[in-house]
């Protein structure tokens, strides 16, 4: 079955920095990403997500990128603010089973 | 529209009772998800629901854990009996159609089983 890695498990970044999480996956057949942001106490909320015909995705401050011959792929977020505090989940889907990465504690310092 | 809806918000059981949790899909939704939240093992899904049929439930942990979703506007996950590791806190999502999508998650279940 698919099996989805990610890394780092904690990020600490400066106000204003970027923050850059990735992920790998095993399954060839996977072809939807998404990723999700769990702010403290929180549910899972989806933030950007890209499907496997495309390369790259943006959204304001928050990109995803995909490799899929490499099965990686990553979330970038410039200018990083305080309320970007939080931890982000990444996921692979393969038809309707969706499997979620240990997630990354992201602490943005003012 | 309300969202997911999920109840209760908190439980504390002791070990053995049966905990029954329940969940409300966003109307129109036909896809419907149970997963448990624990820091050791992140986010599981658990069973999933297609037009209130469940498709796969190689999730469910053992046969303690049943679920059932009788129309499209409700799904019970059900526990018996409890035991302390069962703790965690468990997300309903739902989706609006079959195969790969946003997923909307409700504000989830804290179980604590003493």
Same mark, same amino acid.
């Given at each position: 079955?698919?099996?989805?890695?990610?890394?780092?498990?904690?990020?600490?970044?400066?106000?204003?920095?970027?923050?850059?999480?990735?992920?790998?996956?095993?399954?060839?057949?996977?072809?939807? +990403?998404?990723?999700?942001?769990? @702010?403290?106490?929180?549910?899972?909320?989806?933030?950007?997500?890209?499907?496997?015909?495309?390369?790259?995705?943006?959204?304001?401050?928050?990109?995803?990128?995909?490799?899929?011959?490499?099965?990686?792929?990553?979330?970038?977020?410039?200018?990083?603010?305080?309320?970007?505090?939080?931890?982000? +989940?990444?996921?692979?889907?393969?038809?309707?089973?969706?499997?979620?990465?240990?997630?990354?504690?992201? +602490?943005?310092?003012? | 529209?309300?969202?997911?809806?999920?109840?209760?918000?908190?439980?504390?059981?002791?070990?053995?009772?049966?905990?029954?949790?329940?969940?409300?899909?966003?109307?129109?939704?036909?896809?419907?998800?149970?997963?448990?939240?624990?820091?050791?093992?992140?986010?599981?899904?658990?069973?999933?629901?297609?037009?209130?049929?469940?498709?796969?439930?190689?999730?469910?942990? @053992?046969?303690?854990?049943?679920?059932?979703?009788?129309?499209?506007?409700?799904?019970?996950?059900?526990?018996?009996?409890?035991?302390?590791?069962?703790?965690?806190?468990?997300?309903?999502?739902?989706?609006?159609?079959?195969?790969?999508?946003?997923?909307? +998650?409700?504000?989830?279940?804290?179980?604590?089983?003493?």
């Amino acid at each position: 079955g698919e099996n989805v890695e990610q890394h780092p498990s904690t990020l600490s970044v400066q106000e204003g920095d970027s923050a850059v999480i990735k992920c790998t996956y095993s399954d060839s057949a996977s072809n939807y +990403f998404p990723w999700y942001k769990q @702010e403290l106490g929180k549910r899972p909320q989806l933030i950007i997500d890209i499907r496997s015909n495309v390369g790259e995705k943006k959204d304001q401050r928050i990109a995803v990128t995909l490799n899929k011959t490499a099965k990686h792929f990553s979330l970038h977020i410039t200018e990083t603010q305080p309320e970007d505090s939080a931890v982000y +989940f990444c996921a692979a889907e393969e038809g309707f089973k969706t499997i979620f990465g240990a997630g990354t504690r992201l +602490f943005v310092k003012a | 529209d309300a969202g997911v809806i999920q109840s209760p918000r908190h439980e504390v059981t002791e070990m053995g009772q049966e905990v029954t949790l329940r969940c409300k899909p966003i109307s129109g939704h036909n896809s419907l998800f149970w997963y448990r939240q624990t820091m050791m093992r992140g986010l599981e899904l658990l069973i999933y629901f297609n037009n209130n049929v469940p498709i796969d439930d190689s999730g469910m942990p @053992e046969d303690r854990f049943s679920a059932k979703m009788p129309n499209a506007s409700f799904s019970t996950l059900k526990i018996q009996p409890s035991e302390p590791r069962d703790s965690a806190v468990y997300f309903c999502a739902s989706r609006a159609v079959a195969g790969t999508g946003e997923q909307y +998650f409700g504000p989830g279940t804290r179980l604590t089983v003493t």
